[in-house]
Nanobody
Framework: QVNLVESGGALVQSGGSLRLSCAYS????????MNWFRQTPGSERELVAG???????TYTDSVKGRFTISRDDAKNTMYLQMNSLKSEDTAVYYC?????????????WGQGTQVTVSS
């Protein structure tokens, strides 16, 4: 079991920056990887960026070069630094943790934080 709490969402102008945080607690050693997803009304949740427990990162093409995902295990916090924000980045952003179990993986989600980019 892992508890995830996001923060940092806000209204920002196009071209601006935000840093999202995801504080995690619980069965931390069982975390395989953590991700940031985002979702807009009427759309499926989209994987934005991911980071494994050895620090390997991945990004969806639309955010490469603008967003940076990181983890600080000393603070039990994951971050998403978002620069050069665009109106199409507007969404609810969710923190996700994938844990390993006896025979499968388990997903845990935060409650989401709203990011609104005004043009």
């Amino acid at each position: 079991q892992v508890n995830l709490v996001e923060s940092g969402g806000a209204l920002v102008q196009s071209g601006g920056s935000l840093r999202l945080s995801c504080a995690y607690s619980g069965s931390i050693p069982r975390i395989l990887r953590m991700n940031w997803f985002r979702q807009t009304p009427g759309s499926e949740r989209e994987l934005v960026a991911g980071i494994t427990n050895i620090g390997t990162t991945t990004y969806t093409d639309s955010v490469k070069g603008r967003f940076t995902i990181s983890r600080d295990d000393a603070k039990n916090t994951m971050y998403l630094q978002m620069n050069s924000l665009k109106s199409e980045d507007t969404a609810v952003y969710y923190c996700n943790a994938v844990l390993f179990g006896a025979s499968s993986e388990y997903n845990f989600w935060g409650q989401g934080t709203q990011v609104t980019v005004s043009s």
